[in-house]
Protein backbone atom coordinates (compact mmCIF):
# COMPACT_ATOMS: atom_id res chain seq x y z
CA UNK A 1 0.00 0.00 0.00
CA UNK A 2 2.77 2.40 0.87
CA UNK A 3 4.29 1.28 -2.50
CA UNK A 4 1.26 2.04 -4.24
CA UNK A 5 0.60 5.63 -2.41
CA UNK A 6 4.34 6.40 -3.32
CA UNK A 7 3.30 6.23 -7.04
CA UNK A 8 0.50 7.40 -6.92
CA UNK A 9 1.92 11.01 -5.87
CA UNK A 10 4.91 10.87 -8.42
CA UNK A 11 2.08 10.14 -11.20
CA UNK A 12 -0.02 13.30 -9.72
CA UNK A 13 2.98 15.74 -9.32
CA UNK A 14 4.03 14.24 -13.12
CA UNK A 15 0.36 15.60 -14.11
CA UNK A 16 0.88 18.61 -12.39
CA UNK A 17 4.53 19.34 -14.06
CA UNK A 18 3.04 18.41 -17.71
CA UNK A 19 0.27 21.59 -17.07
CA UNK A 20 3.47 24.04 -16.61
CA UNK A 21 5.35 22.08 -19.39
CA UNK A 22 2.60 23.49 -21.69
CA UNK A 23 3.56 27.53 -20.09
CA UNK A 24 7.13 27.48 -20.51
CA UNK A 25 10.25 25.45 -20.86
CA UNK A 26 11.77 25.21 -17.69
CA UNK A 27 8.04 23.27 -17.10
CA UNK A 28 8.43 20.97 -20.30
CA UNK A 29 12.17 20.24 -18.69
CA UNK A 30 11.07 19.65 -15.57
CA UNK A 31 7.83 17.52 -17.11
CA UNK A 32 11.15 15.12 -19.05
CA UNK A 33 12.95 14.84 -15.54
CA UNK A 34 9.72 13.37 -13.47
CA UNK A 35 8.82 11.47 -16.31
CA UNK A 36 12.04 9.38 -15.94
CA UNK A 37 12.45 9.42 -12.46
CA UNK A 38 9.13 7.92 -12.27
CA UNK A 39 10.17 5.08 -15.23
CA UNK A 40 13.37 4.15 -13.27
CA UNK A 41 11.32 3.84 -9.92
CA UNK A 42 8.66 1.90 -11.48
CA UNK A 43 11.55 -0.27 -13.16
CA UNK A 44 13.58 -0.76 -9.96
CA UNK A 45 10.24 -1.97 -7.79
CA UNK A 46 8.68 -4.13 -10.33
CA UNK A 47 9.33 -7.08 -9.06
CA UNK A 48 7.62 -5.43 -5.27
CA UNK A 49 5.39 -4.09 -7.66
CA UNK A 50 3.70 -7.46 -9.53
CA UNK A 51 1.11 -8.82 -7.24
CA UNK A 52 1.23 -11.56 -5.06
CA UNK A 53 0.88 -14.92 -6.12
CA UNK A 54 0.11 -16.71 -2.49
CA UNK A 55 -1.35 -16.45 0.64
CA UNK A 56 -0.54 -16.99 4.41
CA UNK A 57 -0.85 -20.26 6.34
CA UNK A 58 -3.75 -19.93 8.11
CA UNK A 59 -2.80 -22.15 10.94
CA UNK A 60 0.15 -20.29 10.94
CA UNK A 61 0.10 -16.87 9.72
CA UNK A 62 3.64 -15.80 11.69
CA UNK A 63 6.47 -17.02 12.70
CA UNK A 64 8.63 -14.93 15.49
CA UNK A 65 12.17 -15.41 16.79
CA UNK A 66 12.34 -14.88 20.35
CA UNK A 67 15.50 -13.56 22.08
CA UNK A 68 15.94 -16.77 23.97
CA UNK A 69 14.94 -20.36 23.58
CA UNK A 70 11.18 -21.35 22.78
CA UNK A 71 10.28 -21.73 26.46
CA UNK A 72 7.89 -18.82 26.58
CA UNK A 73 7.37 -17.45 30.07
CA UNK A 74 3.48 -18.30 30.35
CA UNK A 75 3.35 -15.40 32.63
CA UNK A 76 5.59 -12.74 30.45
CA UNK A 77 3.98 -10.00 28.92
CA UNK A 78 4.24 -11.75 25.32
CA UNK A 79 2.69 -14.55 26.49
CA UNK A 80 -0.34 -12.80 28.35
CA UNK A 81 -0.54 -10.57 25.12
CA UNK A 82 -0.92 -13.89 22.58
CA UNK A 83 -3.57 -15.00 25.07
CA UNK A 84 -5.45 -12.03 25.16
CA UNK A 85 -5.84 -12.04 21.24
CA UNK A 86 -6.92 -15.42 21.09
CA UNK A 87 -3.43 -16.35 19.29
CA UNK A 88 -2.16 -19.75 19.63
CA UNK A 89 1.58 -20.78 19.53
CA UNK A 90 3.92 -23.51 19.72
CA UNK A 91 7.54 -24.02 18.51
CA UNK A 92 8.41 -24.06 14.82
CA UNK A 93 11.64 -25.97 14.27
CA UNK A 94 12.77 -28.58 16.06
CA UNK A 95 16.54 -29.28 15.00
CA UNK A 96 18.32 -32.15 15.76
CA UNK A 97 21.58 -30.20 16.70
CA UNK A 98 19.93 -27.32 18.37
CA UNK A 99 23.81 -25.81 19.52
CA UNK A 100 24.52 -25.20 16.06
CA UNK A 101 21.04 -22.49 15.72
CA UNK A 102 18.57 -20.47 16.81
CA UNK A 103 15.92 -22.11 15.11
CA UNK A 104 14.62 -23.52 17.91
CA UNK A 105 13.86 -20.09 18.96
CA UNK A 106 11.03 -19.75 16.65
CA UNK A 107 7.79 -19.47 17.79
CA UNK A 108 4.60 -20.19 14.79
CA UNK A 109 1.72 -18.20 15.70
CA UNK A 110 -2.16 -18.86 14.59
CA UNK A 111 -4.13 -15.91 14.71
CA UNK A 112 -7.79 -16.64 14.49
CA UNK A 113 -10.22 -15.25 11.79
CA UNK A 114 -12.26 -13.70 14.31
CA UNK A 115 -9.42 -11.12 15.81
CA UNK A 116 -10.62 -7.93 14.80
CA UNK A 117 -7.38 -6.59 14.86
CA UNK A 118 -5.51 -6.70 11.35
CA UNK A 119 -2.66 -9.03 10.69
CA UNK A 120 -0.01 -5.51 10.18
CA UNK A 121 -1.32 -3.85 13.48
CA UNK A 122 -0.69 -7.83 15.45
CA UNK A 123 2.95 -7.17 13.57
CA UNK A 124 3.60 -3.94 15.45
CA UNK A 125 2.24 -4.67 18.60
CA UNK A 126 4.56 -7.99 18.72
CA UNK A 127 7.52 -5.80 17.63
CA UNK A 128 7.36 -3.72 20.99
CA UNK A 129 7.77 -6.71 23.00
CA UNK A 130 11.75 -7.33 24.69
CA UNK A 131 11.15 -11.13 23.77
CA UNK A 132 10.47 -10.99 20.12
CA UNK A 133 13.74 -10.66 17.93
CA UNK A 134 12.41 -11.08 14.88
CA UNK A 135 9.35 -11.62 12.65
CA UNK A 136 8.12 -13.40 9.35
CA UNK A 137 5.28 -14.35 7.59
CA UNK A 138 4.75 -17.60 6.98
CA UNK A 139 3.72 -17.71 2.94
CA UNK A 140 1.69 -20.54 0.84
CA UNK A 141 3.57 -21.00 -2.46
CA UNK A 142 2.07 -22.92 -5.28
CA UNK A 143 3.73 -24.57 -8.49
CA UNK A 144 2.10 -26.12 -11.50
CA UNK A 145 4.00 -28.45 -13.93
CA UNK A 146 3.83 -26.95 -17.64
CA UNK A 147 3.98 -29.54 -20.28
CA UNK A 148 6.13 -28.93 -22.93
CA UNK A 149 4.89 -28.64 -26.43
CA UNK A 150 7.99 -28.26 -27.42
CA UNK A 151 9.00 -30.03 -30.63
CA UNK A 152 12.14 -32.10 -29.74
CA UNK A 153 14.96 -33.48 -32.50
CA UNK A 154 16.12 -36.72 -31.90
CA UNK A 155 19.84 -36.47 -30.59
CA UNK A 156 22.25 -39.66 -31.03
CA UNK A 157 23.02 -40.93 -27.54
CA UNK A 158 25.11 -43.80 -25.76
CA UNK A 159 22.66 -44.73 -23.75
CA UNK A 160 19.87 -47.75 -24.49
CA UNK A 161 17.39 -46.06 -22.52
CA UNK A 162 14.55 -46.17 -25.38
CA UNK A 163 13.87 -42.56 -24.54
CA UNK A 164 16.97 -40.91 -24.26
CA UNK A 165 17.27 -39.53 -28.15
CA UNK A 166 14.59 -37.48 -26.74
CA UNK A 167 16.63 -36.42 -24.27
CA UNK A 168 18.09 -33.10 -26.17
CA UNK A 169 20.12 -31.87 -22.32
CA UNK A 170 22.13 -35.10 -22.47
CA UNK A 171 23.95 -33.85 -26.11
CA UNK A 172 23.83 -30.30 -24.27
CA UNK A 173 25.33 -31.58 -21.01
CA UNK A 174 27.84 -34.33 -23.06
CA UNK A 175 26.66 -36.60 -20.50
CA UNK A 176 27.95 -39.61 -22.69
CA UNK A 177 31.30 -38.24 -21.96
CA UNK A 178 30.57 -38.04 -18.34
CA UNK A 179 29.69 -41.42 -18.62
CA UNK A 180 32.79 -42.58 -20.15
CA UNK A 181 34.86 -40.71 -17.15
CA UNK A 182 32.85 -42.75 -14.42
CA UNK A 183 32.50 -46.05 -16.31
CA UNK A 184 35.04 -47.70 -14.12
CA UNK A 185 35.28 -45.45 -11.24
CA UNK A 186 34.01 -45.75 -7.91
CA UNK A 187 32.81 -42.87 -5.15
CA UNK A 188 34.89 -42.11 -2.14
CA UNK A 189 31.05 -42.22 0.06
CA UNK A 190 27.39 -43.03 -1.74
CA UNK A 191 26.09 -39.49 -1.25
CA UNK A 192 22.32 -38.84 -0.62
CA UNK A 193 20.47 -36.01 -2.56
CA UNK A 194 17.10 -35.13 -1.23
CA UNK A 195 14.26 -34.09 -3.74
CA UNK A 196 12.04 -31.72 -1.51
CA UNK A 197 9.17 -31.68 -3.05
CA UNK A 198 5.58 -33.14 -3.69
CA UNK A 199 6.63 -36.99 -3.05
CA UNK A 200 8.18 -39.17 -5.48
CA UNK A 201 7.13 -42.59 -7.02
CA UNK A 202 9.30 -44.95 -5.04
CA UNK A 203 8.00 -47.74 -7.39
CA UNK A 204 8.67 -46.46 -10.62
CA UNK A 205 10.23 -48.57 -13.59
CA UNK A 206 12.99 -45.75 -13.99
CA UNK A 207 13.43 -44.47 -10.55
CA UNK A 208 13.53 -47.84 -7.69
CA UNK A 209 16.89 -49.09 -8.13
CA UNK A 210 18.48 -45.22 -7.41
CA UNK A 211 16.06 -44.52 -4.93
CA UNK A 212 16.07 -44.66 -1.13
CA UNK A 213 13.47 -44.11 0.94
CA UNK A 214 13.43 -41.76 4.27
CA UNK A 215 9.95 -42.07 5.28
CA UNK A 216 7.00 -44.27 3.38
CA UNK A 217 4.95 -41.44 3.44
CA UNK A 218 7.06 -39.36 1.20
CA UNK A 219 7.15 -42.27 -1.38
CA UNK A 220 4.56 -41.63 -3.43
CA UNK A 221 3.21 -38.21 -5.58
CA UNK A 222 -0.21 -37.94 -7.09
CA UNK A 223 1.13 -34.35 -8.44
CA UNK A 224 4.45 -35.54 -10.61
CA UNK A 225 6.17 -32.64 -10.10
CA UNK A 226 8.63 -34.15 -7.76
CA UNK A 227 8.97 -37.42 -9.56
CA UNK A 228 9.61 -35.68 -12.59
CA UNK A 229 12.36 -34.34 -10.88
CA UNK A 230 13.79 -36.62 -9.22
CA UNK A 231 14.14 -38.50 -13.28
CA UNK A 232 16.16 -35.73 -13.66
CA UNK A 233 18.71 -36.05 -11.02
CA UNK A 234 19.01 -39.58 -11.37
CA UNK A 235 16.92 -41.77 -13.42
CA UNK A 236 18.50 -45.29 -13.92
CA UNK A 237 20.71 -44.82 -17.00
CA UNK A 238 21.00 -48.02 -18.80
CA UNK A 239 18.58 -50.31 -17.80
CA UNK A 240 16.71 -50.25 -21.43
CA UNK A 241 14.02 -48.44 -20.20
CA UNK A 242 12.85 -44.66 -20.47
CA UNK A 243 14.98 -42.07 -20.03
CA UNK A 244 18.84 -41.34 -18.76
CA UNK A 245 20.03 -39.20 -16.49
CA UNK A 246 24.21 -38.47 -15.26
CA UNK A 247 23.57 -41.54 -12.57
CA UNK A 248 25.39 -44.26 -14.23
CA UNK A 249 25.36 -46.26 -10.95
CA UNK A 250 23.54 -46.32 -7.20
CA UNK A 251 27.16 -46.29 -6.36
CA UNK A 252 27.65 -42.54 -6.39
CA UNK A 253 24.19 -41.66 -4.95
CA UNK A 254 21.19 -41.93 -3.85
CA UNK A 255 17.37 -40.37 -4.17
CA UNK A 256 15.05 -39.42 -1.31
CA UNK A 257 12.32 -37.80 -0.82
CA UNK A 258 10.71 -35.08 1.04
CA UNK A 259 6.75 -33.96 0.73
CA UNK A 260 7.07 -30.00 1.41
CA UNK A 261 4.27 -29.34 -0.99
CA UNK A 262 0.68 -31.09 -1.08
CA UNK A 263 -0.84 -32.78 -3.70
CA UNK A 264 -1.90 -29.90 -5.11
CA UNK A 265 1.70 -28.53 -5.18
CA UNK A 266 0.83 -25.93 -2.27
CA UNK A 267 2.92 -25.42 0.60
CA UNK A 268 3.99 -23.13 3.16
CA UNK A 269 7.81 -21.52 4.06
CA UNK A 270 7.22 -23.29 7.64
CA UNK A 271 7.08 -26.67 5.68
CA UNK A 272 10.03 -26.06 3.36
CA UNK A 273 12.32 -25.14 6.47
CA UNK A 274 11.09 -27.76 8.23
CA UNK A 275 12.03 -30.50 5.33
CA UNK A 276 15.50 -28.85 4.67
CA UNK A 277 16.25 -29.62 8.14
CA UNK A 278 14.25 -33.30 8.45
CA UNK A 279 17.24 -33.57 5.42
CA UNK A 280 20.18 -31.99 6.92
CA UNK A 281 19.21 -34.13 10.08
CA UNK A 282 19.44 -37.22 7.72
CA UNK A 283 22.59 -37.46 6.47
CA UNK A 284 21.38 -34.93 3.11
CA UNK A 285 24.46 -34.56 1.09
CA UNK A 286 22.44 -31.96 -1.30
CA UNK A 287 19.05 -30.81 -1.07
CA UNK A 288 17.29 -29.71 -4.78
CA UNK A 289 14.35 -27.26 -4.11
CA UNK A 290 12.56 -26.99 -7.53
CA UNK A 291 9.99 -23.90 -5.77
CA UNK A 292 9.57 -20.76 -4.22
CA UNK A 293 7.88 -17.57 -4.35
CA UNK A 294 8.16 -13.47 -4.19
CA UNK A 295 9.54 -12.25 -1.24
CA UNK A 296 11.88 -9.14 -0.42
CA UNK A 297 14.93 -8.67 1.34
CA UNK A 298 13.16 -8.30 4.29
CA UNK A 299 12.15 -11.72 4.43
CA UNK A 300 15.43 -13.98 4.57
CA UNK A 301 16.20 -14.47 8.08
CA UNK A 302 14.36 -18.09 8.30
CA UNK A 303 15.29 -19.28 5.09
CA UNK A 304 18.84 -17.99 5.61
CA UNK A 305 19.43 -19.29 9.40
CA UNK A 306 18.08 -23.16 7.64
CA UNK A 307 20.30 -23.04 4.81
CA UNK A 308 22.93 -22.08 7.28
CA UNK A 309 21.94 -25.31 9.29
CA UNK A 310 21.91 -27.45 6.68
CA UNK A 311 25.48 -26.15 5.65
CA UNK A 312 26.70 -26.58 8.99
CA UNK A 313 25.42 -30.44 8.97
CA UNK A 314 27.56 -30.94 5.20
CA UNK A 315 24.48 -30.73 2.40
CA UNK A 316 24.87 -28.29 -0.23
CA UNK A 317 21.14 -26.55 -0.62
CA UNK A 318 21.04 -25.59 -4.95
CA UNK A 319 17.34 -23.78 -5.33
CA UNK A 320 15.33 -23.10 -8.61
CA UNK A 321 15.35 -18.94 -9.91
CA UNK A 322 11.53 -19.33 -10.58
CA UNK A 323 9.81 -19.02 -13.78
CA UNK A 324 8.88 -15.57 -13.75
CA UNK A 325 11.30 -13.47 -16.19
CA UNK A 326 12.23 -11.50 -13.78
CA UNK A 327 14.87 -11.10 -11.28
CA UNK A 328 16.03 -14.08 -9.12
CA UNK A 329 16.56 -11.11 -6.51
CA UNK A 330 13.05 -10.77 -5.59
CA UNK A 331 12.38 -14.67 -5.33
CA UNK A 332 13.24 -17.09 -2.13
CA UNK A 333 14.66 -19.20 -1.47
CA UNK A 334 16.54 -18.52 -4.62
CA UNK A 335 17.78 -15.41 -2.97
CA UNK A 336 18.72 -17.07 0.18
CA UNK A 337 22.22 -16.40 1.25
CA UNK A 338 24.00 -19.68 0.68
CA UNK A 339 22.13 -21.62 -1.98
CA UNK A 340 22.95 -22.39 -5.55
CA UNK A 341 20.24 -20.76 -7.52
CA UNK A 342 19.33 -22.36 -11.04
CA UNK A 343 18.42 -20.70 -14.05
CA UNK A 344 16.69 -22.59 -17.07
CA UNK A 345 18.47 -22.28 -20.54
CA UNK A 346 16.58 -23.76 -23.89
CA UNK A 347 17.87 -25.76 -27.02
CA UNK A 348 19.78 -23.50 -28.32
CA UNK A 349 21.75 -22.17 -25.32
CA UNK A 350 19.28 -19.07 -24.55
CA UNK A 351 17.64 -17.81 -21.12
CA UNK A 352 14.79 -19.48 -21.21
CA UNK A 353 11.54 -16.98 -22.15
CA UNK A 354 10.15 -17.75 -18.77
CA UNK A 355 13.27 -18.19 -16.78
CA UNK A 356 14.31 -15.69 -14.21
CA UNK A 357 17.70 -14.34 -13.93
CA UNK A 358 20.95 -14.31 -11.54
CA UNK A 359 23.10 -11.79 -12.44
CA UNK A 360 22.28 -10.53 -9.08
CA UNK A 361 22.58 -13.26 -7.37
CA UNK A 362 25.95 -14.76 -5.31
CA UNK A 363 25.48 -18.22 -7.27
CA UNK A 364 23.99 -18.29 -10.08
CA UNK A 365 24.26 -21.47 -12.69
CA UNK A 366 22.40 -22.62 -15.60
CA UNK A 367 21.00 -25.80 -16.83
CA UNK A 368 18.41 -26.88 -19.43
CA UNK A 369 14.53 -26.32 -18.46
CA UNK A 370 13.03 -26.39 -21.37
CA UNK A 371 11.32 -29.44 -23.34
CA UNK A 372 13.22 -31.80 -20.37
CA UNK A 373 11.32 -35.46 -20.63
CA UNK A 374 11.63 -37.08 -17.22
CA UNK A 375 9.56 -39.88 -15.19
CA UNK A 376 6.02 -39.11 -13.97
CA UNK A 377 4.08 -41.58 -11.81
CA UNK A 378 2.43 -44.43 -12.86
CA UNK A 379 5.89 -45.95 -14.99
CA UNK A 380 4.85 -42.64 -17.50
CA UNK A 381 7.17 -40.12 -19.07
CA UNK A 382 6.45 -36.51 -19.73
CA UNK A 383 8.28 -33.24 -21.26
CA UNK A 384 8.06 -30.58 -18.74
CA UNK A 385 9.53 -26.49 -18.53
CA UNK A 386 10.76 -24.72 -15.92
CA UNK A 387 13.73 -23.67 -13.68
CA UNK A 388 12.48 -26.17 -11.69
CA UNK A 389 13.65 -29.03 -14.30
CA UNK A 390 16.87 -27.45 -14.88
CA UNK A 391 17.52 -27.21 -10.92
CA UNK A 392 17.84 -31.36 -10.39
CA UNK A 393 20.43 -31.27 -13.19
CA UNK A 394 22.44 -29.19 -11.05
CA UNK A 395 21.57 -31.62 -8.10
CA UNK A 396 22.59 -34.15 -9.91
CA UNK A 397 25.62 -33.09 -10.80
CA UNK A 398 26.55 -32.02 -7.18
CA UNK A 399 25.64 -34.97 -5.48
CA UNK A 400 28.20 -36.72 -7.89
CA UNK A 401 30.84 -33.98 -6.47
CA UNK A 402 29.89 -34.92 -3.11
CA UNK A 403 30.30 -39.13 -3.43
CA UNK A 404 34.03 -37.86 -5.01
CA UNK A 405 35.13 -35.46 -2.43
CA UNK A 406 32.51 -35.52 0.40
CA UNK A 407 34.11 -32.91 2.01
CA UNK A 408 33.41 -30.17 -0.72
CA UNK A 409 31.45 -27.38 0.72
CA UNK A 410 29.21 -25.01 -1.35
CA UNK A 411 31.49 -22.76 -2.32
CA UNK A 412 33.98 -24.74 -3.18
CA UNK A 413 31.17 -26.72 -5.58
CA UNK A 414 29.80 -23.26 -7.23
CA UNK A 415 33.32 -22.31 -7.92
CA UNK A 416 33.84 -25.70 -9.70
CA UNK A 417 30.58 -25.53 -11.29
CA UNK A 418 31.00 -22.11 -12.82
CA UNK A 419 34.94 -22.11 -13.93
CA UNK A 420 33.86 -25.42 -15.37
CA UNK A 421 30.88 -24.40 -17.05
CA UNK A 422 30.01 -23.20 -20.98
CA UNK A 423 30.36 -19.45 -21.48
CA UNK A 424 27.01 -19.18 -23.61
CA UNK A 425 25.06 -15.51 -25.15
CA UNK A 426 22.65 -15.98 -22.03
CA UNK A 427 25.81 -16.23 -19.52
CA UNK A 428 25.40 -12.81 -17.86
CA UNK A 429 22.02 -13.31 -17.25
CA UNK A 430 21.79 -17.04 -16.31
CA UNK A 431 25.00 -18.02 -15.36
CA UNK A 432 27.31 -20.70 -17.33
CA UNK A 433 26.06 -23.60 -18.21
CA UNK A 434 26.98 -26.76 -16.43
CA UNK A 435 29.34 -29.30 -18.39
CA UNK A 436 28.90 -32.44 -16.25
CA UNK A 437 32.08 -34.28 -17.63
CA UNK A 438 34.68 -31.28 -17.76
CA UNK A 439 33.87 -30.27 -13.66
CA UNK A 440 34.41 -33.99 -12.72
CA UNK A 441 37.42 -33.98 -14.52
CA UNK A 442 39.23 -31.09 -12.68
CA UNK A 443 37.66 -31.87 -9.56
CA UNK A 444 39.22 -35.25 -9.29
CA UNK A 445 42.34 -34.27 -11.71
CA UNK A 446 43.28 -35.30 -15.56
CA UNK A 447 45.55 -38.31 -13.88
CA UNK A 448 42.67 -40.17 -12.55
CA UNK A 449 41.46 -41.00 -15.89
CA UNK A 450 44.57 -41.55 -18.00
Known sequence: MKILFRDLIILT??????????????????????????????????????????KL?????????????????????????????GISYQIAFRPEDAEKTELDNYLQLNIPQSNAITLN?????????????????????QISPVVSDLDVKEIATEFND????????????????????????????????????????????DIKVNYRSHRSKYDTDVQSHGTHCAGIAGAVSNNGKGVASMLINPDFFTISSIKVLNDMGMGTQKKIVDGIIEAADNGADVISLSLGGRSTDKRQKVYGETVEYANSKGAIVVVAAGNSGMNAKGYSPANTKGVITVAAIDQNKNLATFSNTVEDIAMGIAAPGVGILSTIPGNDYK????????????????????????????????????????????????????????????????????
Open 13 to 54: FASFVSVLARKSKTGMISWILIAGFSIFTVYQNRSILSPKDF
Open 57 to 85: DEDAELLIKLTSPSDLNPEGALAKYLSQE
Open 121 to 141: EIKKRLAKFDEVSYIEENEVI
Open 162 to 205: PLSSEQWALEALNVGALQDLLIDRGAQKQARLFILDTGVDANHE
Open 383 to 450: AYNGTSMATPYVAGLVALMKSINPSLQTEEVYELLNDNGQYTTASSKSGNLIDPAKTIKNLVGARSFQ
